[in-house]
Nanobody
Framework: QVILVESGGGSVQTGGSLRLSCTAP????????MHWYRQAAGKQREWVSS???????NYEDAVKGRFTISQDKAKDTVYLQMNSLKPEDTAMYSC????????????WGQGTQVTVST
């Protein structure tokens, strides 16, 4: 069973930057897309960004212009570059594949925590 591995989280001050990574063996060969989600303490999980097999990128309004999603197909890895971070970006960030059955049925990874302080 494929395991998604997220990394790159940490603690930064307002205005700082982080780059998250999500590695998923088989991501490229199975023509999957990838979503990034986040869940703040006490809140529901929310969609943040996605990238598909032809590099179409979408963003939640709150992160447009600050976050950039990209992929390295050779490494089966999707990145989320987060700039101009705000305290409201504080959350556990997780990735999830989408596409054909193999992609969409892979389980969530463990997530990576992002904490932005004032």
């Amino acid at each position: 069973q494929v395991i998604l591995v997220e990394s790159g989280g940490g603690s930064v001050q307002t205005g700082g930057s982080l780059r998250l990574s999500c590695t998923a063996p088989g991501f490229t060969s199975n023509n999957c897309g990838m979503h990034w989600y986040r869940q703040a303490a006490g809140k529901q999980r929310e969609w943040v960004s996605s990238i598909d097999t032809v590099d179409t990128k979408n963003y939640e309004d709150a992160v447009k212009g600050r976050f950039t999603i990209s992929q390295d197909k050779a490494k089966d890895t999707v990145y989320l570059q987060m700039n101009s971070l705000k305290p409201e970006d504080t959350a556990m960030y997780s990735c999830k594949m989408f596409g054909v059955d193999w992609c969409s049925h892979t389980p969530w990874g463990q997530g990576t925590q992002v904490t932005v302080s004032t």
